[in-house]
């Protein structure tokens, strides 16, 4: 017992801690528990919207469970336009992107943080004075750079910069890749590993925390991607989802778009469940990524 304080005296103090406690962790949850529902409401009200008849869309107060499901909405833009062929174009361009990106990135951050040669530093400043750059600045002369190879309207245009110019990538993975102890590289170099056995033997198989935090940003980037297949693609048999859906609202809208806003959220509601199915399986290595590059960073 504590010299001076009667046992009532430390009940009374325990209990009002536990009650303070409590307090603090009931307003906590009570403000997440909000702040979730409000950011919820544009996704359950394109879930409600997707499932009304047009009468029903425009009405106010809104009414959130239609009383009659509108199914057809999410089966008539299959037979209207070829979705099936932009969700296609849409998964060849992010996944081929993700992965080319996760390589080549991860292989120049190595250099930065472990090869060591002449003008690292200077180069690696350079690489990141590119990120104060805003894509609007070099959008016409890269155009005209594809133009004059006569690639405007393939993949090409929407894919090979992505390669080489993820400067942020390249920065975090550089960052987390100095936090592993470089004796695991002198114990190896001594057994006769090369720089590359290196990265694919001890650097890469430390990094996959840092690995599905940029998968899980490259991949909704590609996949959400609307200004650059804007630019470069004519055809549209090409488009991705974002552009099939701007084309599905324009050429299928009838003149009022609000006709066609059931069938148009039941498409937008769809193309992103690939993002949400990504997110959720590669959660653990997003979440432990960012808890990691923040402390170590």
């Known amino acids: 017992m504590i010299r001076g304080q009667s046992l009532p005296d430390i009940h009374r103090r325990g209990g009002r801690y536990r009650l303070e406690h409590f307090t603090g962790r009931f307003v ?13 409401m544009p996704l359950l009200w394109m879930i409600s919207t997707s499932l009304k008849t047009p009468e029903l869309i425009n009405r106010i107060p809104i009414i959130w469970i239609p009383p009659e499901l509108r199914w057809a909405n999410y089966i008539d833009p299959w037979r209207e336009m070829p979705f099936l062929l932009f969700y296609w174009n849409t998964v060849f361009i992010t996944v081929t992107n993700t992965a080319i990106i996760l390589i080549t990135n991860s292989l120049v951050a190595f250099g930065f ?25 070099t959008m016409i002369p890269t155009y005209l750079f594809w133009s004059r190879l006569r690639l405007v309207n393939t993949f090409w ?6 390669w080489l110019s993820a400067a942020y990538d390249v920065f975090l993975m550089r960052q987390f890749y100095m936090t592993i102890s470089t ?12 720089w590359f056995g290196i990265y694919r033997h001890i650097i890469l198989p430390l990094s996959k925390p840092v690995i599905g935090v940029l998968a899980i940003l490259n991949f909704s980037f590609n996949w959400n991607n609307f ?3 804007l630019i470069y693609l004519n055809d549209s048999r090409l488009f991705p989802i974002a552009l099939g859906l701007r084309l599905f609202e324009t050429q299928m809208g009838g003149g009022d778009t609000y006709v066609r ?12 469940i690939p993002l949400m199915v990504a997110f959720f399986v590669a959660q653990r290595y997003f979440i432990q990524g960012i808890v990691i590059t923040g402390i170590k960073g």
């Open 28 to 40: 906590l949850y009570v403000v997440i528990s909000v702040g979730a529902f409000v950011f919820s």
């Open 113 to 137: 943080a472990r090869i060591p040669f002449k003008g690292r530093t200077i180069i690696f400043f350079v690489l990141l004075a590119t990120m104060m750059l805003p894509p609007q600045v």
């Open 157 to 162: 245009p929407i894919m090979a910069p992505e």
């Open 183 to 194: 004796d695991l590289d002198e114990a190896a170099r001594i057994d006769g590993c090369s």
């Open 227 to 229: 200004i650059t297949p």
């Open 261 to 272: 806003l059931g069938p148009l959220m039941a498409m937008t509601l769809v193309s992103i």
